[in-house]
């Protein structure tokens, strides 16, 4: 209900009671409606902030549990790399050398900042790897101005290794590499693959990383 | 998070352990990690319980506000037909004949249902008028199953007194007149008109109403 409250701060700039020609009763009538409508407003803004305080627990609270799932799943060689590579939408524009160099990336995590609605942090750690110099990609998105930005730590290549679609400049619509999608920030406010991350995939990898075997399971139902 | 909960279910039914084809090590961490995904699951499904018992409250809390406002707006003559001539995509489906008719609008609510996702009602309370029989037409929206469906009160028309679009059957697309709007449930899934009614008038009708005084008071700016 944000746009009702920007609309309402500016009636209160003009004063209801003097920039109307309303007779005395309607006057008056509108005069209360706008007080009762100052009660209604503050009860949304308290609504607002109790939920708020809601996500704001729960994060602290699931905060330990993501943890301790990211330490087991540095124990699944190749757990990231295959539940991207059996995500739909990730593996879409996912080029073969970039599968290759995802084969380091031993943790992903995605980070909430502390009041939710301002931004998140997608953080990307790799082992040492013949592609680049980092071990901690991150993309963070600032999402609480009027303009949504986002920024990537700048990836320091290893010589020839700088995939091509990078080299030769991003892609004109959605970007076409996995890569080129880390590295363009030119569109924060609509980043499909960031949002498949953050809403899809981070709140539950083990169903994309155990797909395929789902599969060929349901293939084996004869026998068992 | 509905969706990846959908999917561990069926995770669940087939039983990680039994399923994969995994080295032993890999296959401790899996069952491991499907037991901390449970708990994550189940610390969404608190929060989500939470924060629909937040928005019950203030549901609550706003309803003697919204029952005095409706009150002092029925002291205001025209004030809904006023505030749906002054909305931009209220008043670009409202043909002449219903403006007229709305005239004897006196009361307008939004009624979430207690459990907020299964749905609402919009109540139209009108004065005894001579286009129909009826003092109350409820537009109730089910948003809770799968297809979301949606149900008017019948209108009964006075004679002579049913709009002519109505009486020729809808339009092909968007609805063109308030009346088919009302009585239109082909497409509950994507009424616009009744999201602007629910989430932009309802909140706060008084702006609407003011609007072009607003802007009459803004063209005096030079003598005040
Ligand atoms: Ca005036
Ligand atoms: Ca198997
Ligand atoms: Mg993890
Ligand atoms: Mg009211």
Same mark, same amino acid.
């Given at each position: 209900?944000?746009?009702?409250?920007?609309?309402?701060?500016?009636?209160?700039?003009?004063?209801?009671?003097?920039?109307? %020609?309303?007779?005395?009763?309607?006057?008056?009538?509108?005069?209360?409606?706008?007080?009762?409508?100052?009660?209604?407003?503050?009860?949304?803004?308290?609504?607002?902030?109790?939920?708020?305080?809601?996500?704001?627990?729960?994060?602290?609270?699931?905060?330990?549990?993501?943890?301790?799932?990211?330490?087991?799943?540095?124990?699944?060689?190749?757990?990231?790399?295959?539940?991207?590579?059996?995500?739909?939408? +990730?593996?879409?524009?996912? /080029?073969?050398?970039?599968?290759?160099?995802?084969?380091?990336?031993?943790?992903?995590?995605?980070?909430?900042?502390?009041?939710?609605?301002? /931004?998140?942090?997608?953080?990307?750690?790799?082992?040492?790897?013949?592609?680049?110099?980092?071990?901690?990609? +991150?993309?963070?998105?600032?999402?609480?101005?009027?303009?949504?930005?986002?920024?990537?730590?700048?990836?320091?290549?290893?010589?020839?290794?700088?995939?091509?679609?990078?080299?030769?400049?991003?892609?004109?619509?959605?970007?076409?590499?996995?890569?080129?999608?880390?590295?363009?920030?030119?569109?924060?406010?609509?980043?499909?693959?960031?949002? +498949?991350?953050?809403? %899809?995939?981070?709140?539950?990898?083990?169903?994309?990383?155990?797909?395929?075997?789902?599969?060929?399971?349901?293939?084996?139902? /004869?026998?068992?």
């Amino acid at each position: 209900m944000g746009e009702p409250e920007t609309k309402r701060a500016r009636l209160e700039q003009n004063e209801v009671k003097d920039m109307l %020609d309303f007779d005395q009763a309607t006057q008056k009538s509108l005069e209360e409606i706008d007080k009762v409508q100052s009660e209604i407003d503050s009860l949304n803004e308290q609504a607002s902030e109790e939920i708020l305080r809601v996500e704001q627990k729960y994060n602290q609270l699931r905060k330990p549990h993501f943890e301790k799932r990211s330490n087991l799943i540095k124990n699944i060689p190749n757990f990231w790399v295959t539940a991207f590579v059996n995500h739909p939408q +990730v593996s879409r524009i996912l /080029g073969e050398e970039e599968e290759e160099c995802l084969h380091y990336l031993t943790k992903l995590e995605v980070e909430e900042h502390e009041d939710i609605k301002s /931004g998140f942090r997608i953080r990307f750690t790799f082992d040492s790897n013949p592609y680049f110099e980092n071990t901690e990609i +991150v993309k963070e998105f600032q999402l609480g101005q009027f303009e949504p930005t986002s920024t990537t730590t700048e990836i320091k290549w290893k010589p020839e290794k700088k995939p091509d679609k990078l080299a030769n400049g991003k892609s004109e619509n959605a970007p076409k590499s996995f890569f080129e999608w880390l590295t363009d920030n030119s569109d924060p406010a609509s980043d499909d693959l960031a949002e +498949v991350i953050k809403d %899809d995939i981070w709140p539950n990898p083990l169903q994309y990383f155990l797909v395929p075997d789902l599969e060929a399971e349901a293939e084996d139902d /004869g026998d068992s």
